[in-house]
């Protein structure tokens, strides 16, 4: 498949959110609000994977943030303003999130778009040396490409998704340093 990866643009938007409604469900979907801020606020963050036929078949969104080695949980809060956080000059790259395309899953995409879009990000700003991220103790196949990539667990956000039952899970912090 022929796919062009390149940096995201406001008119990418409906694709974007076509893209977030199929990755998640419904209560951890974020919104379009929060999407078009990021575009706005961080567009060197936002990446898609394109098939020049209209169609988007993945995105994934960052944005740079001073570095902190606490790491503290309260930053990671879903639809947080990536206008409050994202600093041009930042040094830490926080991929926001990420989906490929159910029709296009378990081909090597997502690993591909994550890598080049992270790896892109780090050859266009130099003061980036290091990443973070969270991810679902479940999320089986976005772990193996954050493990692959080099990142550790670092930490975690208590209580972050809905679980079985009415209880609550957390979201596991992860971070690698360097490219
Ligand atoms: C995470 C996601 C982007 C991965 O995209 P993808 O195109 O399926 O990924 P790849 O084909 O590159 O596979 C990546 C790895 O996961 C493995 N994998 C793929 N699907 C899997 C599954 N359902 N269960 C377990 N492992 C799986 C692959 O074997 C591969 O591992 P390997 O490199 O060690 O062989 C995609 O599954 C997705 O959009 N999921 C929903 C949203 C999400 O979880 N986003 C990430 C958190 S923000």
Same mark, same amino acid.
């Given at each position: 498949m022929n796919l062009q990866l390149r940096l995201a643009t406001p008119a990418d938007l409906p694709e974007i959110m076509r893209l977030e409604r199929a990755g998640f469900a419904a209560d951890i979907q974020e919104t379009d609000i929060t999407f078009?801020?990021?575009l706005a606020a961080a567009p060197d963050g936002c990446w898609v994977l394109d098939n020049e036929e209209g169609r988007l078949l993945g995105y994934l969104c960052a944005e740079f943030w001073a570095f902190d080695p606490a790491a503290p949980a309260a930053k990671f809060a879903r639809d947080h303003s990536a206008g409050a956080l994202h600093r041009l000059d930042g040094e830490e790259v926080y991929? &926001? &999130?990420m989906v490929v395309d159910p029709a296009t899953r378990?081909?090597?995409?997502?690993?591909?778009l994550f890598r080049d879009a992270v790896a892109a990000m780090f050859a266009r700003h130099n003061r980036l040396r290091s990443a973070i991220l969270i991810v679902h103790p479940q999320w089986d196949a976005a772990r193996r490409i954050y493990h692959?990539?080099?990142? @550790?667990e670092i930490g975690s956000v208590p209580d972050y998704?809905? @679980?079985a039952?009415?209880?609550r899970m957390e979201a596991i912090i992860?971070?690698?340093a360097g490219v």
């Amino acid at each position: 498949m022929n796919l062009q990866l390149r940096l995201a643009t406001p008119a990418d938007l409906p694709e974007i959110m076509r893209l977030e409604r199929a990755g998640f469900a419904a209560d951890i979907q974020e919104t379009d609000i929060t999407f078009a801020e990021r575009l706005a606020a961080a567009p060197d963050g936002c990446w898609v994977l394109d098939n020049e036929e209209g169609r988007l078949l993945g995105y994934l969104c960052a944005e740079f943030w001073a570095f902190d080695p606490a790491a503290p949980a309260a930053k990671f809060a879903r639809d947080h303003s990536a206008g409050a956080l994202h600093r041009l000059d930042g040094e830490e790259v926080y991929i &926001s &999130s990420m989906v490929v395309d159910p029709a296009t899953r378990g081909t090597g995409w997502g690993r591909r778009l994550f890598r080049d879009a992270v790896a892109a990000m780090f050859a266009r700003h130099n003061r980036l040396r290091s990443a973070i991220l969270i991810v679902h103790p479940q999320w089986d196949a976005a772990r193996r490409i954050y493990h692959a990539e080099g990142f @550790a667990e670092i930490g975690s956000v208590p209580d972050y998704f809905a @679980a079985a039952h009415g209880t609550r899970m957390e979201a596991i912090i992860m971070r690698r340093a360097g490219v």
